[in-house]
């Protein structure tokens, strides 16, 4: 059996899989699958300062390879989540990372000081929130943005910070960049890509928001070729995530760039998929005598 552990940020997995934030809940209705302790960790549905209710309905729709959503962050707030949710989480022999979102540069700061006060492992900073203050343009869209959020939260945060990045960008290697010289300890993507369907019968839009964030096996090689660019823009840790969906996806994230990966989509078709992904790397790394998942990040051979 080869070694499956990897290291983000001087936090230890025992596998690079974590299943990503917005999929997962907080874990209980997957631990009636699986210990999850299967996973190497759990990214937690994304919280804000105080509850939130989320869209009004319909805000999930198929599509052709994924899904499209626009939730609309519900959540019982971050002081919820400290009371209520991870004391729990915290009994699940995994890595926990709390996954912050806010509309100003104050919410997301007031959230980074009360998680460095609690046993989280990691905070993830999801940037592809509107900023209430600049017209509702999202923190992550812009180098001097993403530069400038990351170092104030930084000011704030404790505990390793994670910066998820937003693929709805022009140059996805300067965003990273700016977030690496802003001080996060890695990066996250992709998030998301911004997507519409629409009902010809009705005319209108599937879901209430009009538009929302595709996931899934669609998004898949835009995700590659995104780690791949930002790897080699920056040196700190990568976490690879967007329609990855079996073990032989995960190889190529891994091979992209990333060292750890983050499963999403997948689970509602398929809560196993985890634990098939896990075991598929192992068997890989075992074929192609491997000791170390480690030994696949950023081998790819492109062509020049």
Known sequence: ???????????????????????????????????????????CKGITLTRRDGNP??????????????????????????????????????????????????????MAEKLSE????????????????????????SPEAVEDITSQVRKYCQKPLIVKLSPNVSDIAAIAKA??????????????????????????????????????????????RMVWQVANAVRIPIIGMGGISTWEDAVEMLMAGATALQIGTVLFSDPYAPVK?????NRFLDENHLESVTDLTGTVKPYI
């Open 57 to 110: 309905p319909p805000r999930i729709a198929e599509t052709p390879s994924g899904i499209l959503n626009a939730v609309g962050l519900q959540n019982p707030g971050v002081d919820a989540f400290i009371r209520d949710d991870l004391p729990w989480l915290r009994q699940q022999n995994t890595v926990i990372i709390a996954n912050i979102a806010g509309n100003t540069v104050e919410d997301y700061c007031q």
């Open 277 to 281: 992904i896990n075991e598929g790397l």
């Open 1 to 43: 059996m080869a070694d499956l552990s990897v290291k983000v940020a001087g936090v230890s997995f025992h596998n690079p899989l974590i299943a990503a934030s917005g999929t997962f809940g907080f874990g209980r209705e997957y631990g009636a699958f699986y210990p999850l302790s299967t996973l190497g960790g759990i990214s």
């Open 179 to 224: 977030a690496e010289a802003a001080g996060a300890d890695a990066v996250s993507l992709i998030n998301t890509l911004t997507g519409m369907r629409i009902d010809i019968h009705t005319r209108r839009p599937v879901i209430r928001n009009n538009t929302g964030g595709l996931s899934g096996a669609a998004v898949f090689p835009v995700a590659v």
């Open 118 to 141: 609690t046993d989280v492992d990691m905070v993830e900073l999801n940037i592809s929130c509107p900023n209430v203050k600049c017209g509702g343009v999202q923190f992550g869209t």
